[in-house]
């Protein structure tokens, strides 16, 4: 098996430019699951065992003819369900779909092969069997434009009409379009790349000069043996597992504890302040030390350099807010939704810290919200604030607001950029399960905004927000 350092230097070193084609087969090679099974799993539990046992099909040993039948058996019943569906509805649903159940399920190194290969300007495609909007979620937040799918008619109303207008994209009819595709293109398929995970895309890796079988499955392993083509085993996203829950519960309960002794602490000295540094420091290094995950800092003197200042950081679940504690450690503040005031961990500390609450939807209230953490910081307390405003499902990072900027503008405090990278994997967005595991954290230098002028705003934010593009795109090493 060859490792993904050495597909990684195979794409470095193949020539650059949109003419070479990156193709990748999506279930099992980008996301870890069948995708349809997700898709159709709410409609598989209403008691229609035909439609589930179909499902099942896919993820038992069946040979390559009679897995073809099955795939294009479900894709077709799959697409007569969305029958009168508006296409908006459809997106959405689908969007909704990717965000909660599919993002934590894209290998993390499949990222890896898709950003090299866009790195080198190819032309990246995921070509699969799946049907066209429930791909394009996925498709979008891998940055990627082409998309080969199984295609549903729209009527007139902007409706699926429950037929398929092309092939189901499997096995020779896959390869046919991603052939065609090709042409239109001026795609060198001589230099260009395919990834796939199965037997039935033989004839689709047969049609590039650098084909690579991926989590592949005993047929295409062995024909990959015998082609010469390098082979690959990708490591799966975290699955949650009973000692991660047991380690995970542990954590809690060891936070609420220091939680407990910092109230103590606050009573006795009269400081909520007092208080909210004992329960963030070593709240945040208990919890994290019991749930087996540590933090490789680069750039940690730029954490201490300029006090106070708004801390920037990017968002992915809500580990990030216990790294941030453990990194800042005392003396700032914070803002967060307004849900989370009642939150049974996160409350109490947020009060400790006096930390605002806004309510996104009330555009004023969320004004007077802030107006008090301008005051802290000219008071002498930082802000860690994520200016994407919510969390992002995928390690993609969201368009930032202007809100942040106008406070450390109006504070005339520094921000400081805080990157981190992993915690959308050690624990996903939505998730209360944190795997053990290593996260990266770089501390990038002060930004000054004495001297910023309200007009250049946007470009500002556009700097600072590239400075993250940068540096999650080429992470610094360590002095």
């Given amino acids: 098996m060859s490792n993904i350092a050495s597909l990684l230097d195979r794409i470095e070193s193949a020539p650059e430019g949109h003419q070479i084609g990156a193709f990748f087969d999506f279930d099992q090679t980008i996301v870890d699951c069948y995708s349809a099974s997700v898709f159709f799993q709410p409609r598989t539990r209403t008691g229609d065992l035909g439609f589930t046992q179909l499902v099942e099909s896919l993820t038992e040993r069946r040979s390559s003819s009679r897995r073809g039948r099955d795939i294009s058996e479900l894709i077709r019943i799959g697409a007569s369900r969305q029958t009168g569906k508006e296409v908006?509805?459809?997106?959405?649903?689908?969007?909704?779909?990717?965000?909660?159940?599919?993002?934590?399920?894209?290998?993390?190194?499949?990222?890896?092969?898709?950003?090299?290969?866009?790195?080198?300007?190819?032309?990246?495609?995921?070509?699969?069997?799946?049907?066209?909007?429930?791909?394009?979620?996925?498709?979008?937040?891998?940055?990627?434009?082409?998309?080969?799918?199984?295609?549903?008619?729209?009527?007139?109303?902007?409706?699926?009409?429950?037929?398929?207008?092309?092939?189901?994209?499997?096995?020779?009819?896959?390869?046919?379009?991603?052939?065609?595709?090709?042409?239109?293109?001026?795609?060198?398929?001589?230099?260009?790349?395919?990834?796939?995970?199965?037997?039935?895309?033989?004839?689709?890796?047969?049609?590039?000069g650098n084909p690579c079988a991926i989590n592949a499955d005993s047929t295409?392993?062995?024909?990959?043996?015998?082609?010469?083509?390098?082979?690959?085993?990708?490591?799966?996203?975290?699955?949650d597992r009973p000692i991660d829950l047991v380690r995970s519960a542990a954590a809690v309960g060891a936070f609420s504890a220091v939680v407990a002794a910092a109230a103590g602490v606050g009573i006795a000295r009269g400081s909520r302040s007092a208080a909210a540094n004992f329960a963030s420091g070593l709240g945040a290094d208990v919890m994290l030390r019991t749930a087996g995950v540590t933090l490789n800092i680069v750039g940690?003197?730029?954490?201490?350099?300029?006090?106070?200042?708004?801390?920037?950081?990017?968002?992915?679940?809500?580990?990030?807010?216990?790294?941030?504690?453990?990194?800042?450690?005392?003396?700032?503040?914070?803002?967060?939704?307004?849900?989370?005031?009642?939150?049974?961990?996160?409350?109490?500390?947020?009060?400790?810290?006096?930390?605002?609450?806004?309510?996104?939807?009330?555009?004023?209230?969320?004004?007077?919200?802030?107006?008090?953490?301008?005051?802290?910081?000219?008071?002498?307390?930082?802000?860690?604030?994520?200016?994407?405003?919510?969390?992002?499902?995928?390690?993609?990072?969201?368009?930032?607001?202007?809100?942040?900027?106008?406070?450390?503008?109006?504070?005339?405090?520094?921000?400081?950029?805080?990157?981190?990278?992993?915690?959308?994997?050690?624990?996903?967005?939505?998730?209360?399960?944190?795997?053990?595991?290593v996260v990266d954290v770089a501390v990038l230098p002060p930004v000054e905004t004495k001297g910023w002028d309200l007009a250049d705003l946007d470009d500002h934010i556009t700097q600072v927000r590239d400075m993250y593009l940068k540096t999650l795109s080429d992470w610094p090493k360590s002095d």
């Avoid at 409706?159 to 595709?181: E, I, N, T």
Wanted: hydrophobic share 40%; charged share 25%; aromatic share 8%.
């Fill in 300 to 437: 940690e003197e730029n954490l201490w350099s300029r006090r106070p200042a708004v801390f920037l950081f990017n968002h992915q679940s809500q580990l990030d807010a216990l790294v941030l504690a453990a990194l800042l450690r005392e003396n700032f503040t914070g803002v967060a939704k307004k849900s989370l005031e009642k939150d049974p961990i996160f409350g109490p500390v947020g009060w400790m810290a006096n930390v605002a609450y806004i309510d996104r939807t009330n555009n004023v209230k969320a004004r007077e919200a802030l107006e008090p953490v301008v005051a802290a910081l000219k008071d002498g307390r930082s802000l860690a604030v994520a200016p994407e405003g919510t969390r992002s499902p995928t390690p993609r990072l969201l368009p930032f607001k202007k809100g942040p900027f106008h406070i450390a503008m109006q504070a005339e405090v520094p921000l400081i950029p805080v990157v981190m990278r992993n915690c959308g994997e050690i624990m996903a967005a939505h998730s209360y399960v944190v795997h053990p595991g």
């Fill in 88 to 208: 908006d509805s459809l997106s959405d649903r689908s969007r909704e779909v990717f965000e909660t159940q599919l993002s934590h399920l894209v290998y993390p190194e499949a990222r890896m092969l898709i950003d090299a290969h866009h790195r080198m300007g190819h032309t990246v495609v995921i070509a699969t069997s799946g049907l066209r909007p429930m791909i394009l979620p996925a498709a979008e937040d891998l940055g990627i434009e082409n998309v080969i799918a199984t295609e549903m008619v729209i009527d007139q109303y902007d409706r699926y009409s429950g037929a398929l207008d092309s092939p189901v994209r499997w096995g020779k009819d896959k390869a046919a379009a991603v052939k065609q595709f090709a042409r239109k293109k001026r795609l060198q398929l001589k230099e260009s790349f395919a990834y796939a995970n199965g037997a039935g895309d033989i004839s689709f890796l047969d049609l590039v």
């Fill in 220 to 239: 295409l392993k062995q024909t990959a043996k015998e082609r010469g083509w390098p082979s690959a085993r990708l490591d799966r996203p975290p699955q």
